[in-house]
C-alpha cells in the first residue's frame, strides 16, 4: 500500500481522491463478481445434487462426454470438409474487394484484421480462425494458412 502511495505527487490530492474512488469501484466490483460467480455455481450445485440426484463425478463425467464430442465433430466433420473443400475451390473479390474462397458446400472469407472464417453450408456452421486453432494442431493451422495464402497469391497479382 506504501508503495501505491508514494506514486501519488505531494500536494496534489485531487489524484489521491481520483485514485480512491477507483480504487473502491474495482474492490467493490470484484466482490460483486465474486459473489455472483458463487451464488450460480451454488443454484447449479442445488439443482444437480439436490433436485436431480446427480453425484459430483456424473457431473465430471458428462463435462468430458461433452468435450469429447466436441473434438470429435471438429475431427470427423468441419476438418475433412476444409481440407477437400480448399482442393476444388476457387478463389473470387468478394463484395468487399477482399478475396474468398469459394467451394461446393463452403465459403472462405476474411475479417478486416485478415482472419479467416469458414462457412461450411453443409453442416450449417461458422467458425473463425481463432476457433478453429482450437481443435487444430500448430503445424495442422501453419498448413491450412499456407494453403489459403498460396491459393490466394496469383489473384492478388
Known amino acids: 500500500m506504501n508503495d501505491l502511495l508514494a506514486h501519488i505527487p505531494n500536494g496534489h490530492p485531487f489524484i ?8 473502491i469501484f474495482l ?3 470484484l466482490f460483486r463478481f465474486t459473489f455472483k460467480l458463487a451464488f450460480l455455481a451454488a ?3 442445488i439443482i444437480l445434487f439436490g433436485i436431480l440426484g446427480y453425484s459430483p463425478k456424473d457431473v465430471f463425467n458428462k463435462g468430458k462426454q461433452i ?3 466436441t473434438t470429435s465433430y471438429v475431427e470427423d466433420t468441419i476438418k475433412p470438409a476444409i ?7 476457387h ?3 468478394g463484395p468487399n474487394g477482399r478475396v474468398e474462397f ?3 458446400h463452403f465459403k472462405i472469407g476474411q475479417t478486416p484484421q485478415g482472419k479467416f472464417v469458414f462457412q461450411v453450408n453443409s453442416l450449417n456452421v461458422t467458425i473463425s480462425q481463432d476457433e478453429l486453432a ?7 493451422m501453419q498448413k491450412l494458412l499456407q494453403t489459403l495464402q498460396d491459393k490466394k497469391q496469383p489473384n492478388e497479382l
Open 16 to 23: 489521491a481522491v481520483i485514485f480512491l474512488i477507483i480504487g
Open 27 to 29: 474492490v467493490r466490483s
Open 43 to 45: 443454484m447449479v450445485g
Open 67 to 69: 468435450a469429447t464430442y
Open 83 to 89: 481440407y477437400n473443400g480448399i482442393k476444388n475451390a
Open 91 to 93: 478463389v473470387e473479390k
Open 102 to 104: 469459394i467451394g461446393d
Open 134 to 140: 482450437k481443435f487444430l494442431s500448430k503445424d495442422e
